[in-house]
Protein backbone atom coordinates (compact mmCIF):
# COMPACT_ATOMS: atom_id res chain seq x y z
CA UNK A 1 0.00 0.00 0.00
CA UNK A 2 1.07 3.61 -0.25
CA UNK A 3 2.26 5.83 1.98
CA UNK A 4 0.85 9.32 2.39
CA UNK A 5 4.39 10.53 1.90
CA UNK A 6 4.19 9.44 -1.77
CA UNK A 7 1.28 12.10 -2.21
CA UNK A 8 1.24 16.06 -2.79
CA UNK A 9 -2.34 17.34 -1.91
CA UNK A 10 -3.38 20.59 -1.57
CA UNK A 11 -6.91 21.89 0.07
CA UNK A 12 -7.86 18.42 -0.76
CA UNK A 13 -6.81 17.61 -4.69
CA UNK A 14 -4.01 14.97 -4.81
CA UNK A 15 -1.78 16.90 -7.47
CA UNK A 16 1.08 14.85 -7.70
CA UNK A 17 1.78 11.43 -7.20
CA UNK A 18 6.00 10.70 -5.84
CA UNK A 19 5.60 7.05 -4.90
CA UNK A 20 6.95 3.70 -6.64
CA UNK A 21 3.35 2.37 -7.73
CA UNK A 22 1.93 -1.19 -7.03
CA UNK A 23 -1.26 -1.36 -5.03
CA UNK A 24 -2.52 1.71 -3.79
CA UNK A 25 -5.97 3.44 -1.82
CA UNK A 26 -6.49 7.10 -2.62
CA UNK A 27 -6.35 8.84 1.26
CA UNK A 28 -9.66 9.56 2.69
CA UNK A 29 -10.75 13.34 2.26
CA UNK A 30 -9.35 13.87 -0.85
CA UNK A 31 -12.02 15.39 -2.89
CA UNK A 32 -10.30 15.63 -6.55
CA UNK A 33 -7.53 13.76 -8.38
CA UNK A 34 -5.92 16.18 -10.38
CA UNK A 35 -4.94 16.76 -13.65
CA UNK A 36 -1.83 14.09 -14.37
CA UNK A 37 -1.44 13.49 -10.68
CA UNK A 38 -0.51 10.06 -11.85
CA UNK A 39 0.49 10.35 -15.54
CA UNK A 40 2.94 8.12 -17.13
CA UNK A 41 2.88 5.74 -13.71
CA UNK A 42 4.02 2.65 -15.15
CA UNK A 43 4.83 0.89 -11.78
CA UNK A 44 0.95 1.39 -10.55
CA UNK A 45 -1.10 -1.66 -11.10
CA UNK A 46 -4.22 -1.01 -8.45
CA UNK A 47 -6.01 2.00 -7.52
CA UNK A 48 -8.62 2.19 -4.78
CA UNK A 49 -10.81 5.66 -5.17
CA UNK A 50 -12.98 6.35 -2.07
CA UNK A 51 -16.37 8.11 -2.13
CA UNK A 52 -14.73 11.58 -1.01
CA UNK A 53 -13.37 12.42 -4.29
CA UNK A 54 -15.98 13.22 -6.78
CA UNK A 55 -13.80 14.40 -9.84
CA UNK A 56 -10.82 12.22 -11.79
CA UNK A 57 -8.75 15.73 -13.51
CA UNK A 58 -7.46 15.31 -17.08
CA UNK A 59 -4.99 12.81 -17.61
CA UNK A 60 -5.00 12.08 -14.40
CA UNK A 61 -3.85 8.10 -15.10
CA UNK A 62 -2.81 8.78 -18.45
CA UNK A 63 -0.51 6.11 -19.84
CA UNK A 64 -0.15 4.12 -16.67
CA UNK A 65 0.22 0.92 -18.74
CA UNK A 66 0.36 -1.63 -16.04
CA UNK A 67 -3.00 -0.28 -14.04
CA UNK A 68 -5.31 -3.51 -14.49
CA UNK A 69 -7.66 -2.58 -11.30
CA UNK A 70 -9.17 0.71 -10.50
CA UNK A 71 -11.83 0.80 -7.99
CA UNK A 72 -14.44 3.64 -7.57
CA UNK A 73 -17.02 4.05 -4.93
CA UNK A 74 -19.63 6.24 -4.85
CA UNK A 75 -18.74 9.76 -4.96
CA UNK A 76 -17.15 10.59 -8.47
CA UNK A 77 -19.18 12.88 -10.86
CA UNK A 78 -16.82 13.41 -13.66
CA UNK A 79 -14.41 11.19 -15.18
CA UNK A 80 -12.32 14.33 -17.70
CA UNK A 81 -10.45 14.20 -20.47
CA UNK A 82 -7.49 11.46 -20.96
CA UNK A 83 -8.35 10.40 -17.57
CA UNK A 84 -7.62 7.23 -18.43
CA UNK A 85 -6.42 7.14 -21.96
CA UNK A 86 -3.61 4.29 -23.13
CA UNK A 87 -3.76 1.81 -19.15
CA UNK A 88 -3.52 -0.83 -21.62
CA UNK A 89 -3.98 -3.28 -18.73
CA UNK A 90 -7.30 -1.97 -17.47
CA UNK A 91 -9.95 -4.83 -18.40
CA UNK A 92 -13.15 -4.20 -16.78
CA UNK A 93 -14.36 -0.96 -15.25
CA UNK A 94 -17.69 -0.40 -12.98
CA UNK A 95 -18.23 3.49 -12.79
CA UNK A 96 -20.54 4.12 -9.74
CA UNK A 97 -23.71 5.70 -9.29
CA UNK A 98 -23.92 9.62 -9.63
CA UNK A 99 -21.29 9.58 -12.23
CA UNK A 100 -22.50 12.11 -14.75
CA UNK A 101 -19.97 12.95 -17.40
CA UNK A 102 -17.23 10.65 -19.07
CA UNK A 103 -14.42 13.16 -20.40
CA UNK A 104 -13.03 13.27 -24.26
CA UNK A 105 -10.42 10.12 -24.62
CA UNK A 106 -11.13 9.25 -21.29
CA UNK A 107 -10.51 5.39 -22.16
CA UNK A 108 -9.08 5.89 -25.62
CA UNK A 109 -7.46 3.15 -26.50
CA UNK A 110 -7.90 1.04 -23.48
CA UNK A 111 -7.13 -1.79 -25.84
CA UNK A 112 -7.68 -4.80 -23.59
CA UNK A 113 -11.02 -3.16 -21.70
CA UNK A 114 -13.60 -5.70 -22.29
CA UNK A 115 -16.82 -4.39 -20.02
CA UNK A 116 -17.49 -1.17 -18.96
CA UNK A 117 -20.43 -0.78 -16.46
CA UNK A 118 -22.10 2.68 -17.24
CA UNK A 119 -24.69 3.91 -14.40
CA UNK A 120 -28.29 4.88 -14.17
CA UNK A 121 -28.20 8.77 -14.47
CA UNK A 122 -25.00 8.90 -16.75
CA UNK A 123 -25.42 12.49 -18.72
CA UNK A 124 -22.48 12.35 -21.71
CA UNK A 125 -20.31 10.53 -23.11
CA UNK A 126 -17.55 13.11 -24.89
CA UNK A 127 -15.74 12.63 -28.55
CA UNK A 128 -13.46 9.87 -28.16
CA UNK A 129 -14.54 8.65 -24.94
CA UNK A 130 -14.02 4.64 -25.33
CA UNK A 131 -12.40 5.05 -29.16
CA UNK A 132 -10.05 1.93 -30.24
CA UNK A 133 -11.13 -0.06 -27.67
CA UNK A 134 -11.15 -2.69 -29.50
CA UNK A 135 -11.81 -5.36 -27.09
CA UNK A 136 -14.99 -4.02 -25.26
CA UNK A 137 -18.07 -6.36 -25.45
CA UNK A 138 -20.26 -6.03 -22.80
CA UNK A 139 -21.78 -2.27 -22.79
CA UNK A 140 -25.10 -1.46 -21.99
CA UNK A 141 -25.99 2.40 -22.84
CA UNK A 142 -28.39 3.74 -19.73
CA UNK A 143 -31.48 5.27 -19.79
CA UNK A 144 -30.70 8.88 -18.90
CA UNK A 145 -27.94 9.42 -21.46
CA UNK A 146 -28.28 12.13 -23.71
CA UNK A 147 -25.55 12.52 -25.54
CA UNK A 148 -22.69 10.62 -27.30
CA UNK A 149 -20.04 12.23 -28.50
CA UNK A 150 -17.86 11.72 -32.06
CA UNK A 151 -15.98 9.06 -32.34
CA UNK A 152 -16.88 8.00 -28.83
CA UNK A 153 -17.10 4.10 -29.48
CA UNK A 154 -14.86 4.15 -32.69
CA UNK A 155 -13.41 0.83 -33.61
CA UNK A 156 -14.82 -0.70 -30.71
CA UNK A 157 -15.11 -3.85 -32.90
CA UNK A 158 -15.69 -6.78 -30.61
CA UNK A 159 -19.46 -4.91 -29.86
CA UNK A 160 -22.00 -6.93 -31.33
CA UNK A 161 -25.39 -5.62 -30.02
CA UNK A 162 -26.64 -2.05 -29.11
CA UNK A 163 -29.54 -0.75 -27.42
CA UNK A 164 -29.59 3.08 -27.67
CA UNK A 165 -32.07 4.60 -24.49
CA UNK A 166 -35.20 6.45 -25.15
CA UNK A 167 -33.35 9.40 -23.56
CA UNK A 168 -30.25 9.93 -26.37
CA UNK A 169 -30.81 13.32 -27.49
CA UNK A 170 -27.53 13.53 -29.68
CA UNK A 171 -25.24 11.16 -31.44
CA UNK A 172 -22.15 12.89 -32.84
CA UNK A 173 -20.08 12.07 -36.07
CA UNK A 174 -18.77 8.51 -36.32
CA UNK A 175 -19.81 7.63 -33.02
CA UNK A 176 -19.96 3.99 -34.05
CA UNK A 177 -18.05 3.88 -37.07
CA UNK A 178 -15.78 0.30 -37.70
CA UNK A 179 -17.38 -1.52 -34.68
CA UNK A 180 -17.37 -4.14 -37.39
CA UNK A 181 -18.53 -6.95 -34.67
CA UNK A 182 -21.44 -4.71 -34.46
CA UNK A 183 -24.40 -7.51 -35.38
CA UNK A 184 -28.03 -5.81 -34.06
CA UNK A 185 -28.72 -2.09 -33.41
CA UNK A 186 -32.17 -1.24 -31.74
CA UNK A 187 -33.21 2.30 -32.07
CA UNK A 188 -35.79 4.95 -30.89
CA UNK A 189 -36.11 8.45 -31.91
CA UNK A 190 -32.65 9.76 -31.76
CA UNK A 191 -30.44 8.55 -33.99
CA UNK A 192 -30.71 11.82 -37.12
CA UNK A 193 -27.27 10.76 -38.76
CA UNK A 194 -27.08 7.00 -39.56
CA UNK A 195 -23.54 7.00 -41.33
CA UNK A 196 -22.50 7.02 -37.16
CA UNK A 197 -22.77 3.23 -38.22
CA UNK A 198 -20.19 3.35 -41.04
CA UNK A 199 -17.81 0.25 -41.24
CA UNK A 200 -20.04 -1.53 -39.20
CA UNK A 201 -20.00 -4.75 -41.87
CA UNK A 202 -21.88 -7.25 -40.04
CA UNK A 203 -24.35 -4.85 -39.14
CA UNK A 204 -27.34 -6.29 -41.20
CA UNK A 205 -30.33 -5.24 -39.49
CA UNK A 206 -31.96 -2.08 -37.40
CA UNK A 207 -34.52 -2.84 -35.02
CA UNK A 208 -36.87 -0.15 -34.45
CA UNK A 209 -38.76 -0.09 -30.88
CA UNK A 210 -42.70 0.01 -31.15
CA UNK A 211 -42.49 2.87 -29.35
CA UNK A 212 -40.62 5.19 -31.72
CA UNK A 213 -42.42 7.93 -32.66
CA UNK A 214 -39.98 8.59 -35.83
CA UNK A 215 -39.17 5.54 -37.03
CA UNK A 216 -40.07 1.86 -37.72
CA UNK A 217 -38.15 -0.94 -39.75
CA UNK A 218 -39.35 -3.05 -42.15
CA UNK A 219 -36.53 -6.31 -42.85
CA UNK A 220 -34.10 -4.67 -41.11
CA UNK A 221 -34.02 -1.12 -43.03
CA UNK A 222 -35.34 2.19 -41.63
CA UNK A 223 -38.22 4.06 -42.70
CA UNK A 224 -40.03 7.15 -40.90
CA UNK A 225 -42.78 5.96 -38.55
CA UNK A 226 -45.80 6.91 -41.93
CA UNK A 227 -43.45 4.53 -44.39
CA UNK A 228 -42.85 7.32 -46.79
CA UNK A 229 -39.38 7.99 -46.52
CA UNK A 230 -36.41 5.53 -46.69
CA UNK A 231 -34.27 6.38 -43.81
CA UNK A 232 -31.07 3.83 -43.84
CA UNK A 233 -30.09 0.77 -45.26
CA UNK A 234 -27.97 -1.56 -42.86
CA UNK A 235 -24.08 -0.99 -43.98
CA UNK A 236 -23.80 -5.04 -43.53
CA UNK A 237 -26.17 -6.24 -45.51
CA UNK A 238 -24.91 -7.38 -49.10
CA UNK A 239 -27.41 -7.52 -51.87
CA UNK A 240 -27.27 -7.76 -55.62
CA UNK A 241 -30.59 -5.43 -55.99
CA UNK A 242 -32.86 -4.31 -53.59
CA UNK A 243 -36.10 -2.31 -54.87
CA UNK A 244 -37.48 0.69 -52.92
CA UNK A 245 -40.95 -0.02 -51.83
CA UNK A 246 -43.43 1.80 -53.98
CA UNK A 247 -44.88 3.40 -50.80
CA UNK A 248 -41.96 5.47 -50.35
CA UNK A 249 -42.17 9.16 -52.09
CA UNK A 250 -38.37 9.80 -50.90
CA UNK A 251 -35.27 9.03 -49.58
CA UNK A 252 -31.62 11.13 -48.73
CA UNK A 253 -28.78 10.45 -50.93
CA UNK A 254 -27.26 9.16 -48.27
CA UNK A 255 -29.68 6.41 -47.06
CA UNK A 256 -26.83 4.04 -49.50
CA UNK A 257 -24.01 5.54 -48.46
CA UNK A 258 -21.43 2.99 -48.53
CA UNK A 259 -24.36 0.08 -48.41
CA UNK A 260 -22.79 -2.95 -50.14
CA UNK A 261 -25.48 -3.52 -52.75
CA UNK A 262 -25.08 -3.56 -56.28
CA UNK A 263 -27.81 -1.53 -57.61
CA UNK A 264 -30.87 -0.13 -56.23
CA UNK A 265 -34.54 0.24 -58.32
CA UNK A 266 -36.07 3.32 -56.92
CA UNK A 267 -39.68 3.94 -58.39
CA UNK A 268 -41.11 7.17 -60.94
CA UNK A 269 -41.85 9.73 -58.73
CA UNK A 270 -39.58 8.95 -55.76
CA UNK A 271 -37.37 12.19 -55.02
CA UNK A 272 -33.70 11.83 -53.76
CA UNK A 273 -33.14 14.80 -50.93
CA UNK A 274 -29.46 15.88 -51.59
CA UNK A 275 -27.21 15.32 -48.48
CA UNK A 276 -23.73 14.73 -47.54
CA UNK A 277 -22.45 11.36 -48.78
CA UNK A 278 -18.93 9.95 -48.64
CA UNK A 279 -18.48 9.99 -52.67
CA UNK A 280 -19.87 8.14 -56.12
CA UNK A 281 -17.60 5.41 -55.28
CA UNK A 282 -18.80 4.31 -52.38
CA UNK A 283 -22.27 4.94 -53.64
CA UNK A 284 -24.24 1.78 -54.89
CA UNK A 285 -25.97 2.23 -58.80
CA UNK A 286 -29.35 3.81 -58.66
CA UNK A 287 -31.66 2.84 -61.78
CA UNK A 288 -34.81 4.28 -62.11
CA UNK A 289 -37.16 5.32 -65.42
CA UNK A 290 -37.57 9.00 -63.77
CA UNK A 291 -34.53 11.14 -65.19
CA UNK A 292 -34.87 13.79 -62.39
CA UNK A 293 -33.71 10.88 -60.00
CA UNK A 294 -30.57 10.29 -61.90
CA UNK A 295 -29.91 13.34 -62.38
CA UNK A 296 -29.34 13.77 -58.41
CA UNK A 297 -27.45 11.23 -57.85
CA UNK A 298 -24.14 10.07 -57.97
CA UNK A 299 -24.28 6.82 -60.07
CA UNK A 300 -27.45 5.37 -61.93
CA UNK A 301 -29.17 3.70 -64.78
CA UNK A 302 -31.43 5.63 -66.78
CA UNK A 303 -34.66 3.09 -67.80
CA UNK A 304 -35.45 5.39 -70.60
CA UNK A 305 -33.67 6.39 -73.74
CA UNK A 306 -30.50 7.66 -73.17
CA UNK A 307 -31.53 10.44 -75.43
CA UNK A 308 -33.80 11.70 -72.98
CA UNK A 309 -30.92 12.94 -70.56
CA UNK A 310 -28.50 15.78 -70.98
CA UNK A 311 -25.08 14.77 -72.50
CA UNK A 312 -23.08 15.18 -68.96
CA UNK A 313 -25.39 12.68 -67.68
CA UNK A 314 -25.31 10.05 -70.40
CA UNK A 315 -21.35 9.10 -68.89
CA UNK A 316 -22.76 8.50 -65.70
CA UNK A 317 -25.48 6.49 -66.65
CA UNK A 318 -23.69 4.07 -68.90
CA UNK A 319 -21.04 3.13 -66.41
CA UNK A 320 -24.00 2.58 -63.73
CA UNK A 321 -25.54 0.74 -66.52
CA UNK A 322 -22.87 -1.70 -66.47
CA UNK A 323 -23.43 -2.52 -62.87
CA UNK A 324 -27.04 -3.22 -63.95
CA UNK A 325 -26.23 -5.54 -66.34
CA UNK A 326 -23.90 -7.55 -63.97
CA UNK A 327 -26.97 -8.97 -61.95
CA UNK A 328 -29.37 -9.07 -64.79
CA UNK A 329 -32.36 -6.80 -64.68
CA UNK A 330 -35.15 -7.60 -66.83
CA UNK A 331 -36.16 -3.44 -66.58
CA UNK A 332 -33.21 -2.64 -68.53
CA UNK A 333 -34.07 -4.92 -71.54
CA UNK A 334 -35.46 -2.29 -74.03
CA UNK A 335 -32.85 -0.15 -73.50
CA UNK A 336 -29.61 -2.39 -73.59
CA UNK A 337 -29.29 -1.42 -77.41
CA UNK A 338 -29.32 2.44 -76.75
CA UNK A 339 -26.48 2.37 -73.92
CA UNK A 340 -24.50 -0.19 -76.13
CA UNK A 341 -24.75 1.67 -79.19
CA UNK A 342 -23.47 4.81 -76.87
CA UNK A 343 -20.29 2.95 -75.40
CA UNK A 344 -19.84 1.91 -78.90
CA UNK A 345 -19.47 5.88 -79.47
CA UNK A 346 -17.21 6.47 -76.76
CA UNK A 347 -14.88 3.72 -77.28
CA UNK A 348 -11.93 5.40 -76.35
CA UNK A 349 -13.05 6.01 -72.73
CA UNK A 350 -14.35 2.75 -72.06
CA UNK A 351 -11.28 0.87 -73.76
CA UNK A 352 -9.46 2.72 -70.49
CA UNK A 353 -12.36 1.16 -68.21
CA UNK A 354 -12.37 -2.26 -69.75
CA UNK A 355 -9.11 -2.59 -67.93
CA UNK A 356 -10.27 -3.15 -64.04
CA UNK A 357 -14.14 -3.68 -65.28
CA UNK A 358 -14.88 -7.78 -66.35
CA UNK A 359 -18.08 -6.59 -66.99
CA UNK A 360 -17.01 -4.46 -69.76
CA UNK A 361 -14.36 -6.44 -71.10
CA UNK A 362 -16.92 -9.26 -71.80
CA UNK A 363 -19.53 -7.01 -73.09
CA UNK A 364 -16.78 -5.42 -75.75
CA UNK A 365 -15.70 -9.24 -76.63
CA UNK A 366 -19.38 -10.15 -77.11
CA UNK A 367 -20.46 -6.64 -78.99
CA UNK A 368 -17.02 -7.40 -81.28
CA UNK A 369 -15.74 -3.72 -80.39
CA UNK A 370 -12.55 -4.82 -78.43
CA UNK A 371 -9.80 -3.56 -80.75
CA UNK A 372 -7.11 -6.61 -81.41
CA UNK A 373 -4.08 -4.15 -80.95
CA UNK A 374 -5.49 -4.21 -77.17
CA UNK A 375 -6.65 -7.14 -77.05
CA UNK A 376 -3.64 -8.68 -77.43
CA UNK A 377 -1.72 -6.32 -74.66
CA UNK A 378 -4.45 -7.61 -71.97
CA UNK A 379 -4.36 -11.31 -73.13
CA UNK A 380 -0.07 -11.20 -72.24
CA UNK A 381 -1.04 -8.71 -68.69
CA UNK A 382 -3.75 -11.64 -67.42
CA UNK A 383 -1.33 -14.22 -68.45
CA UNK A 384 0.98 -12.55 -66.12
CA UNK A 385 -1.26 -11.75 -63.33
CA UNK A 386 -2.41 -15.18 -63.44
CA UNK A 387 -5.79 -14.47 -64.11
CA UNK A 388 -6.73 -17.64 -66.35
CA UNK A 389 -10.32 -16.93 -66.98
CA UNK A 390 -9.75 -13.63 -68.45
CA UNK A 391 -7.16 -14.40 -70.54
CA UNK A 392 -8.83 -17.50 -71.91
CA UNK A 393 -11.57 -15.47 -72.99
CA UNK A 394 -9.64 -12.90 -74.82
CA UNK A 395 -8.02 -16.14 -76.75
CA UNK A 396 -11.16 -17.07 -77.55
CA UNK A 397 -11.73 -13.79 -79.16
CA UNK A 398 -8.83 -13.14 -80.80
CA UNK A 399 -8.87 -17.08 -82.39
CA UNK A 400 -12.63 -16.09 -83.57
CA UNK A 401 -11.91 -12.78 -85.33
CA UNK A 402 -9.94 -13.82 -88.46
CA UNK A 403 -9.54 -11.54 -91.52
CA UNK A 404 -10.83 -12.51 -95.34
CA UNK A 405 -7.71 -14.72 -95.70
CA UNK A 406 -8.38 -16.89 -92.66
CA UNK A 407 -5.44 -15.48 -90.79
CA UNK A 408 -6.35 -15.04 -87.00
CA UNK A 409 -5.52 -11.74 -85.01
CA UNK A 410 -2.69 -13.11 -83.72
CA UNK A 411 -0.80 -13.84 -86.63
CA UNK A 412 -1.57 -10.79 -87.88
CA UNK A 413 -0.56 -8.30 -85.14
CA UNK A 414 2.99 -10.80 -85.29
Not at 19 to 38: H, L, Q, Y
Not at 295 to 323: C, H, M, S, T, W
Given at each position: ?48 I ?5 R ?32 F ?87 F????GL?Q ?13 W ?95 TA ?5 V ?113
Amino acid sequence: MADHNDFVIENGSLTKYEGPGGSMEIPEGVTEIGDRAFQYCKGLTEVMIPATVTRVGKGAFRHCENLGCVALETGVEEIDDEAFQGCFSLQHITLPTGMRRIGRRAFGWCIRLKTAALPEGLWQIDADGFSGCKALEGLSLPEGLTRIGENAFYGCERLTELVLPHSIKDIGKWAFNDCRGLAQVTIMDSVVDFSVFWGCTSLETFIVSPASRHYRAVDGVVFSRDGRQLIAWPPGRCRQRYDIPRSVMEFPASAFDRAPVKVVFAPKGVKCIPTYTSGIENCPCFASADPALTARVGRNVYLGPLDDLPKRQRRIAAEGFLAALEIGMPELEPWEDGYIDYIRQEYAAFEKKAWRNETLLRLLMEQGLLKPETAMVMRRRFDAERKTDLAEALDDYLAAHTDVNGKGMEERLR
